[in-house]
């Protein structure tokens, strides 16, 4: 049974720094590309970051390209997002998810993903 965990969220100050965690269990998550999402209250899922399996390419919506870092950790089946330069408008629901097909493309519309975690609040505000 495909697993996705996410955790690291919580409150924190306008320019302050979150890192956020993926653990996969019953998959390897390296196999695969891996994508992070974010939901605010009233507001459609957004695509946010995605990460390569075969080549290691990440992918970044433009509204955090420069302050956001994807990246993995293939001994701990661990995927993360690194947040920087935090912002109000950053406060979401946090989820990743999993592209099954290696026919895929890593990108950030959130049709192209088969499982998906519970997601971790991440609160913005001083």
């Known amino acids: 049974q495909v697993q996705l965990v996410e955790s690291g969220g919580g409150l924190v100050q306008p320019g302050g720094s979150l890192r956020l965690s993926c653990a996969g269990s019953?998959?390897?998550?390296?196999?695969?590309?891996i994508g992070w999402f974010r939901q605010a209250p009233g507001k459609e899922r957004e695509g946010v970051s995605c990460i390569s399996s075969s080549d290691g390419n990440t992918v970044y919506a433009g509204s955090v390209k420069g302050r956001f870092t994807i990246s993995r950790d293939n001994t701990k089946n661990t995927v993360y997002l690194q947040m920087s330069s935090l912002k109000p408008e950053d406060t979401a629901v946090y989820s990743c998810?999993?592209?099954?097909?290696?026919?895929?493309?890593?990108?950030?519309?959130?049709?192209?993903?088969?499982?998906w975690g519970q997601g971790t609040q991440v609160t913005v505000s001083s």
């Open positions: 019953g998959v390897t998550l390296d196999r695969y590309h």
């Open positions: 998810a999993v592209i099954e097909s290696p026919y895929r493309l890593c990108m950030l519309l959130p049709s192209e993903y088969d499982y």
